[in-house]
């Protein structure tokens, strides 16, 4: 779904026409993709953040991620208005970030991307924390394995 957007701004332009140039006028429309673009790669800069989605948005993100192509808005969905934005991301917290610290992280870090390089409004953002990534147990390296062979032999 497509808003328009009317720059406040432009009204206070046109009363002096030597500011309005050439191309000036006419609107402005910015879709929720790329809204929730925007939204997706401040939420994915802040520490802790391990994914976005869900478990099926995120395996097909990996197989985007293969073929070289990658889907910044997954797990995010913007609702965009005239001038107003709402936005809901669904993440993956790395497991040890406190939680609730972590959507708060994201909250602000989402608020000041959006109204910065929007230039729309942000009246919510909602975080759901669906899953915790746990890493998987280190390996150990080459020298303690050839340690264990040589005792048994």
């Known amino acids: 779904m497509l808003m328009e957007y009317q720059n406040p701004q432009t009204a206070a332009v046109r009363a002096d026409p030597a500011l309005v140039p050439a191309a000036a006028g006419g609107r402005t429309v910015i879709s929720e993709t790329a809204v929730a673009k925007v939204a997706g790669i401040a939420?994915?800069?802040?520490?802790?953040?391990?994914?976005?989605?869900?478990?099926?948005?995120?395996?097909?993100?990996?197989i985007r991620d293969a073929v070289g192509s990658s889907d910044h808005a997954a797990g995010v969905h913007a609702e965009v208005g005239e001038t107003q934005v709402a936005v809901d991301i669904t993440l993956v917290a790395v497991y040890g970030a406190p939680l609730h610290a972590l959507a708060n992280q994201v909250r602000a870090s989402v608020y000041a991307a959006v109204e910065k390089l929007v230039g729309l409004q942000v009246i919510e953002v909602n975080v759901e924390i669906n899953d915790v990534y746990i890493a998987p147990p280190v390996k150990p390296t080459g020298a303690p394995a050839v340690a264990e062979r040589e005792a048994v032999l």
């Open 43 to 62: 939420a994915r800069a802040v520490p802790g953040v391990y994914s976005l989605g869900t478990g099926s948005s995120r395996a097909l993100g990996a």
